[in-house]
């Protein structure tokens, strides 16, 4: 295993731990730190698949991390109308 294997798959640790602890009711999916976990992993995976390239992995973790950059947007306007 190279060092990118290795950064792919605490990649998806991240993203298969944060969607475990979810369905077990230990993080919810509306909180930050849900988010970043989510963040975190397919940004490490996606460092992989620069060298192991595969297109299909690719775009998913592309729109793993859009869609996880809308629920920090969410998170943190939901934030800023709580302080008026």
Do not use: P
């Not at 993203?15 to 930050?32: A, E, H, P, R, W």
């Not at 992993?41 to 297109?55: E, K, M, P, Q, R």
């Not at 998913?60 to 302080?83: A, V």
């Amino acid at each position: 295993m190279d060092i990118f294997q290795f950064i792919g798959f605490l990649g998806m640790i991240c993203v298969i731990g944060g969607y475990f602890l979810l369905q077990v009711g230990q993080v919810n999916s509306d909180t930050m730190g849900f988010q970043l976990i989510n963040l975190v992993g397919a940004v490490l995976l996606i460092i992989s698949l620069c060298v192991h390239f595969n297109l299909g992995s690719f775009l998913i973790e592309i729109f793993w991390i859009g869609i996880t950059i809308y629920g920090i947007y969410k998170i943190l306007r939901k934030g800023k109308n709580n302080e008026n």
